[in-house]
């Protein structure tokens, strides 16, 4: 019984050791930030979109070209990265091949009409023609910064008239859906 005394005083110890409550902390564990490191800069994808409509009582074909520029300035984000900024050149010509007008855009042929956030941070996304209306090719810019094209914009109206003339106005009835849509589509 001597023996058996200590024996069952170990065991027991042991058990009173093993279902006490562990000492908890309100530290709390996670990763540390690293941030992140700014690539090359991104450039949207070029791509080119022709139609042919019907302007009074002829057939002309538009053709929107878009392009990143490593000539014009480049745009940063909050982190630091870099991006592009895009030449867009619209052409029109007469169903013989005669060229009515042509002008390459870049972000600088619309500052007047956004705010210096956009003057300074932003680049001109897209031009896309949208019908022919009064008399006039209509068609819809997009200066957005370079981050967030989908969601931070600015949309302009652009129509060229049977002179050549380009008016620009802000365009308070673009359809966001239809932006959306034709960026999907790499337009």
């Keep these: 019984m001597k ?18 409550e562990k000492k908890q902390t309100d530290d709390i564990i996670t990763t540390k930030y690293v941030p992140k490191q ?18 009074g009582n002829d057939a002309y074909d538009i053709i929107v ?4 520029s490593d000539s014009l300035p480049m745009m940063k984000d909050e982190s630091g990265q870099k991006y592009k900024d ?24 619309f500052t007047q009409y956004v705010d210096d956030v956009f003057k300074k941070n932003g680049i001109l996304a897209n031009i896309r023609f949208d019908e022919v209306d009064d008399g006039k ?17 600015v949309p302009l109206e652009m129509t060229i008239d049977h002179n050549c003339v380009i008016n620009i106005r802000e365009d308070d009835d673009m359809d966001m859906l239809d932006y959306v849509e034709a960026e999907d589509e790499g337009i």
Excluded at 38 to 55: C, E, K, R
Excluded at 86 to 109: E, M, P, Y
């Design 38 to 55: 700014p690539q090359a800069p991104i450039g949207m994808p070029a791509d080119s979109l022709s139609q042919t409509v019907t302007w």
């Design 86 to 109: 895009n030449f867009i050149t619209v052409s029109v010509s007469r169903q013989g091949g005669s060229s009515f007008f042509k002008r390459t855009f870049t972000k600088g042929s």
């Design 65 to 68: 070209e878009r392009a990143a």
């Design 137 to 153: 090719l209509k068609f819809s810019v997009v200066v957005a910064l370079p981050d967030a094209v989908d969601d931070m914009f």
């Design 3 to 20: 023996r058996l005394l200590p024996l069952v005083l170990v065991l027991g110890t042991m058990m009173l050791g093993a279902c006490k």
